[in-house]
């Protein structure tokens, strides 16, 4: 999977300024300077309490020495690039003990641990001690609380618990879900899911879209990645389609996840709509044409991520595994068929050396026959679904048609696609 350059954010709200919130004293720095961190100020739903004389008469050795008494771990340097280190065993704060490391990105890293005050386990996303990182982290915050506040069900969006400010790195906690949908996929060796469960899965990601869509935030990075399974239960059931080109060793069966339910993660990229928004969204595989030709984006490119992720589930594979522009949009026009005349002409500069005498520059701007070889081998969208799916294939190809439609203007609205019958009609097998 290809890491994307973080953009920075220009958002037409800017994150609210908030005080910093610290833990620990700084290195080098006055335990004087950090008094009104430790008076028993109140973070979040967790306490933290100084001694009652004056801190300012005593050295600063002892009161690290406190600190540590209060569970701190020994201080440590972050890495190369700005990651927190950390030993298994170890607290977050007084409140989190940490259990194991379950991922890491661009951003940081996401920890498990045990909240000592709820009693339950939780996800801590701990954010690369960057200012690019900790700014874009404080606006997911805001995100969060605001989806929050109109989730009452919270059945959409993963659910904020708690943040703090930790030796300079933002850290936030959710409640701990499942496997992500695309490691669920790795898992199973990248056997497909039933459509029915496609069915649910894709209900309720356009419902959180349509969702984030009415308060006017675009997600801008929606793959397999950042939708979890609420629950990590599986059953297992015969595969046989996939059995005769599976290795020798593997099993003749494959995993199904007992409830379909999903919440959608990862807002750290999410932006309010404004006109002109022409900064590079979404990870390649997902990515929108209007987003690489450059004319401009909005809400329509979480829609065509939303078409290639029930791409990816149906089949077990992305739709578009590749790594450079040109290829990219060969690789759309195999599938979808020739991009319209109007979307060429509005390309930006950027984008201009993909175009040559009104069409695209393919296969004569290929970088490699291997290149060429791997558009070819891609099949009609009407042919991929009809390989993969056994009842609703026409249902499902005339709902892709819509979600994959080139012209943003002309794609279909989640609420839209809400309506469409692959969703309202009746169907033998529920999950």
Known sequence: MEMERVTELTMDRRPRKRPRLGWDVLPGESPKAQLGLFCGQEIGNVTSHAPSRATSDLPSSLFVKDLARNDSPPWREDDKDGHYKFELGENLTS????????????????????????????????????????????????????????????????????????????????????????????????????????????????????????????????????????????????????????????????RIPKSSAIKVIDFGSTTYEKPDQTYTVSTRHYRAPEVILGPGWSYPCDIWSVGCILVELFSGEALFQTHENLEHLAMMERVLGPLPQHMLQRADRRAEKYIRKGRLDWPEGATSRDSIKAVLKLPRLQNLVMQHVDHSAGDLIHLLQGLLRYDPSERLAAREALRHPFFTKDHLRKF
Not at 131 to 159: I, S, T
């Open 95 to 254: 409140r989190y003990k940490i259990h194991g490391k379950m991922g890491e990105g661009t951003f940081g890293q996401v920890l498990e641990c045990w909240d000592k005050e709820r009693k339950e386990m939780v996800a801590i996303k701990v954010v690369r001690g960057i200012r690019k990182y900790r700014e874009a982290a404080m606006f997911e915050v805001d995100v969060l609380e605001q989806l929050g506040r109109h989730d009452m069900g919270g059945n959409r969006c993963v659910q904020l618990r708690n943040w703090f400010d930790y030796r300079n790195h933002i850290c936030i906690v959710f409640e701990k879900l499942g496997p992500s949908l695309y490691d669920f996929l790795r898992k199973n060796n990248y056997r497909s899911f039933p459509i029915d469960l496609v069915r649910e899965i894709g209900r309720q990601l356009l419902e959180c879209v349509a969702f984030m869509h009415d308060m006017q935030l675009i997600h801008t990075d929606l793959k397999p990645e950042n939708i979890l399974l609420v629950s990590s239960e599986y059953i297992k059931v015969p595969d046989y389609k996939s059995s005769s080109r599976s290795p020798k060793n593997a099993s003749y069966y494959k």
